[in-house]
């Protein structure tokens, strides 16, 4: 069965770090590009960061710009999202996302070929 899984999520105080992780089984990723969303409770998920394929494509929501990296390790089959100084509104629920990249990297806004089941994570003192 072809899936993402997530994890990583959970409680961190504000001005700490988390580092989110999207695994891949049943296929490899090595020729997909990746995305993050973050989803608010009863809003529609949010692009916040990509990457292509060969992971030299990145690309960041300016929420998160300068705070988060995004990083692959395709011989792990896993996508990473390094988040630090995190702030309270980063809380929500993170998803992965993967789509055959055809050499324009990860587009947030089309149908996606695989979709995690997400991860929580919560920002506050």
């Known amino acids: 069965q072809r899936q993402l899984v997530e994890s990583g999520g959970g409680l961190v105080q504000p001005g700490g770090s988390l580092t989110l992780s999207c695994a891949a089984s049943?296929?490899?990723?090595?020729?997909?590009?990746i995305g993050w969303f973050r989803q608010y409770p009863g809003k529609e998920r949010v692009g916040i960061a990509s990457?292509?394929?060969?992971?030299?494509?990145?690309n960041y929501a300016d929420s998160v710009k300068g705070r988060f990296t995004i990083s692959r390790d395709n011989a792990k089959n896993t996508v990473y999202l390094q988040m630090n100084s995190l702030k309270p509104e980063d809380f929500g629920v993170y998803y992965c996302?993967?789509?055959?990249?055809?050499?324009?990297?990860?587009?947030?806004?089309?149908?996606?070929?695989?979709w995690g089941q997400g991860t929580q994570v919560t920002v506050s003192s």
């Open positions: 990457i292509g394929e060969g992971g030299a494509m990145t």
């Open positions: 996302a993967a789509d055959i990249d055809y050499g324009s990297g990860f587009e947030f806004h089309k149908v996606h070929d695989y």
């Open positions: 049943g296929f490899t990723l090595d020729y997909y590009a």
